[in-house]
């Protein structure tokens, strides 16, 4: 890899992973000075690059002022190579002014390239070298590229020199630093919702932090997950462990577990509720939630800590779970104050929409994302003015227990919120049952998921409604690499996606379908990056993997594995795997049959399928045989190839020249189609619209006067 230090001591290393050799590495260098400055900008860190071109020249000249005395004093020989007037007035003024001897600094110019340049620079007797670039065509082809990007940018010195008159040479010889003053900070909009910016992690200083919250919050676990039920905690004498996926030995935290009993007290006491929580402004629950994101922000290292010890999830993953969290909390905060659509008025009579709470809803939440996707579908159904029962699922109780300790520390009163950990089968299932329940948002599995529609779809005596149900369950997601794919961006978002957190998020990718012109390469360059894997506890942060959630899951896992050696052909290479945790290697299956159950199963682990097509035509029609649509990524160079796959390959998410995995709030709504499940897209604008019932209201306004209220 090629390592990058920037002027904090901060270093940036182009990923090594996707390069087999030096052309790759030039490529990812290119690929990666503009690629860092976007990267930050779209995640909302500091750039370590220059973005506005006055800041560049301003550089330049600290640059060439430190190098003419260095000169001055016999270090180095300086040479000043640019086209930018000013810059090289700069350079040769301080020379001056530092005495340098004629031969003691030069100018580089390129040949062809600004003439009249160089002609006066030659003029006023200092050397100049006069460069061009020569040797074999097609390396060369990429500094050509650089010099064709550059020269035509509408900020470049050349391009605006070109125009030059007279009355433009102040303007082309003018101090960058004024230009700064004058110009100020570049232009921004502020956007009414930004993603929460994820940890740089790159950063020492950043990285740190986190390493030190996992050194605080290691020795508190152990703790106790209590009922929370009307916002009084309770204890149960039958209880369940929840372990360190990545070191079993250590226990989490021992969770209550809610029988049917408790089902029906906190049934009862979130019916109360509605009345005071449902009844609030939209802007007072709103409120609520923007405090609870304010919480979680300041909470956000131990939070994160919490996720890497109760579902082993790697540091960066485990701290956008915590961003896409805020994320919800914010953006549903937001959603929630956008006036409903406003209908057709005729003269003589007025329509209006009112929209109110369903009533008490139950949140049935995963352990992939243990924070994000129970506090999203809490968020949502909270800020609609329903109270809600979350049920977490048995491995992750822990930061359960934290999200509904915040959100009530934030305002949400005990009686709208109530958290009962416990058994499926149990606590889940009496809650879907019960008569008094409106609604069910569920994320998890699908034999779960279809369980639930068809339990809640059972109308129980007393009960006055048909049960909601929103569901979100898995995928069997691909990937599609065309023959002109560019492969040192589709490696290493391959291995990303398929990879990053073992596998186990509902978006991973788990088939690979390539044009076979390129697929011997790419599965030779997937199977190359999978080999430099780092597998380790999830607190290293040089850790790439970490474990999968337990031993059910561990056991799947290599059991899809003995199948792959039977079945197919495993490319991977045998990794070091640590001891203690539920460690598996993660597998490259190479299939030529699109049927076998490495190809249509849903693993949920680091289990990826690759299979050859004879076209791009022939990838779509693989990929989209299957029951379930979610993601998708494609990798192509060609707009056509693209808009045919985004027409005819059927996925709730397409990502073009990118991996499936990573969907932010308000970005990428994020929900599939087919037997992936129902309801509105998370984080999308929809969302709440599923958690209120709508009341039209016609008004005659033809009326002849009102009585006086009294
Ligand atoms: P799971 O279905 O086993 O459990 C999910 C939740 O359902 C848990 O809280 C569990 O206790 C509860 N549950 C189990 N049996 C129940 C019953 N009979 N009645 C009511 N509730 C019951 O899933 P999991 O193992 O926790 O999560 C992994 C699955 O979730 C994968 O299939 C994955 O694709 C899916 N998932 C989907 C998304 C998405 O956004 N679509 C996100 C994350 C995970």
Known sequence: SVEYTFADGSKFFFDGR????????YSSYVHGTKGVAIAARANGWESPLYAVKAHSDANYERCAHRMVVAAAVGHIRPAFASHNLRSLAFAIAAARAHNLPADGYEVQVLHGMATPLHAAIRDLGVRTRVYCPMGDLIPGMSYLVRRLLENTANDSFVQNAKHADDAALAGLLADPALALTAAGAEPTTAPSFSNEPVAELRRAATRNRYVRALSEVRPRLGFDVPLIIGGTERRTTDTMESVDPGHTATLVCRSSLADGRHVDEAVSLAKQSLTEWGRRTTAARATVLLKAADLMRRRKHDLSALIVFEAGKPIGEADADVCEAIDFLVYYAHLSLVPPPTLTQVPGERNDVVLRPRGVGVVISPWNFPLAIPCGMVAGSLVTGNSVILKPAEQTPGVALELVRLLHSAGVP????????????????????????????????????????????????????????????????????DGDADLDVAVPAIVKSAFAYAGQKCSAASRLIVVRSVFDEVVERVAGAMALLTIDHPSNPAADMGPVIDQE???????YHQLAVREATVMSASLELPSGGYYVEPVLAVTDDPRSRLATDEIFGPVLTAMAADDLEHAVALADDTDVALTASVFSRSPASIAMVAERLEAGNLYVNRGCTGAMVARQPFGGHRLFGCGAKAGGPDYLAQFQSVTVVTENTQRQGFAPDL
Request: aromatic share 2%.
């Open 414 to 481: 005990g009686n709208a919120l109530h958290l009962l950990p416990g058994r499926g089968e149990v606590a889940g299932a009496a809650l879907v049952e019960h008569p008094d329940v409106s609604f069910i948002v569920f994320t998890g599995s699908r034999a779960v998921g279809l369980g639930i529609n068809r339990a809640a779809s059972v109308v129980h005596p007393g009960q006055r409604h048909v049960k909601k149900v929103v569901a979100e369950m898995g995928g069997k997601n691909p990937i599609l690499i």
């Open 18 to 25: 996707c390069v087999n050799g030096a052309e790759g590495i």
């Open 553 to 559: 899951s561990a056991d799947r896992v290599r059991a």
